[in-house]
């Protein structure tokens, strides 16, 4: 019963394509994000998404593209991939309540690869 | 913004010893909340422990607790009775509200037979 999932967990890609990772969790969150993990293990958060809302972190760029198609679910599209794009990607949710915080679970990564 | 500082990038501590991982952070927030997340060789995100920091009282967890010093804004996490499991990257990390999660730069803790 795995509570937040991603596939795939390896991802090996040439310069240029278009991927997607996929993250599906079923604890009934609402808000789910997207991290990247670099080479140096340092961690920053990319988006967070409820159903009201998307905040973007000014970093990204427009090429890592989230997309939802439910509440249990925040894809991640990433176009014209680049070699610095090679990174781990985490998924998280937590569940929202007004500006209460509560703790965010994690997906298992997927480990993408550029050539 | 928030920044959370991490200053010893590797540790080690001998099994069934205690080892402290130190955690600083920076906020102007009234109301935030920190946390200790582990991740092991697995790569696995696992949340170790969690404060409020409206809460006076260290939070623990079996065999961790933490050391939460509100005014010196420093967040320490304690290990007791290490054991090789507990061999991963320990991250620190504060938020103050759903959007905005900060992580520290990792701690490299190995647990040596």
């Known amino acids: 019963d795995t509570a937040v999932s991603q596939t795939p967990k390896y991802l090996v890609t040439q310069m240029g394509n278009d991927k997607s990772i996929k993250c599906e969790q079923n604890?009934?969150?609402?808000?789910m994000y997207w991290y990247k993990q670099d080479s140096k293990k340092f961690l920053k958060i990319m988006f967070s998404y409820n159903n009201k809302e998307l905040i973007i972190n000014e970093t990204v760029p427009n090429r890592f593209s989230p997309k939802s198609p439910d509440k249990a679910h925040l894809n991640l599209h990433i176009n014209s991939l680049e070699l610095g794009d090679s990174a781990v990607y985490f998924c998280?949710?937590?569940?929202?309540?007004?500006?209460?915080?509560?703790?965010?679970?994690f997906g298992p990564g997927t480990r993408l690869t550029v050539l | 913004a928030q920044t959370v500082t991490q200053s010893q990038p590797e540790m080690s501590v001998q099994e069934a010893e205690t080892v402290t991982l130190s955690c600083t952070y920076d906020?102007?927030?009234?109301?935030?909340?920190l946390f200790w997340y582990k991740q092991p060789p697995s790569r696995q995100m696992i949340l170790v422990i969690r404060?409020?920091?409206?809460?006076?009282q260290n939070a623990t967890e079996n065999r961790f607790s933490v050391n939460f010093q509100k005014a010196a804004k420093s967040f320490s996490l304690k290990i007791s009775d290490s054991q090789l499991g507990d061999t991963a990257m320990y991250f620190c990390?504060?938020?103050?509200?759903?959007?905005?999660?900060?992580f520290g730069a990792g701690t490299r803790l190995t647990v040596k037979p």
């Open positions: 906020t102007s927030e009234s109301n935030y909340y």
């Open positions: 604890l009934g969150h609402d808000t």
């Open positions: 990390a504060s938020v103050y509200n759903n959007n905005d999660m900060r």
């Open positions: 998280a949710s937590s569940h929202t309540a007004g500006q209460s915080t509560d703790t965010q679970y």
């Open positions: 404060q409020e920091a409206y809460k006076q």
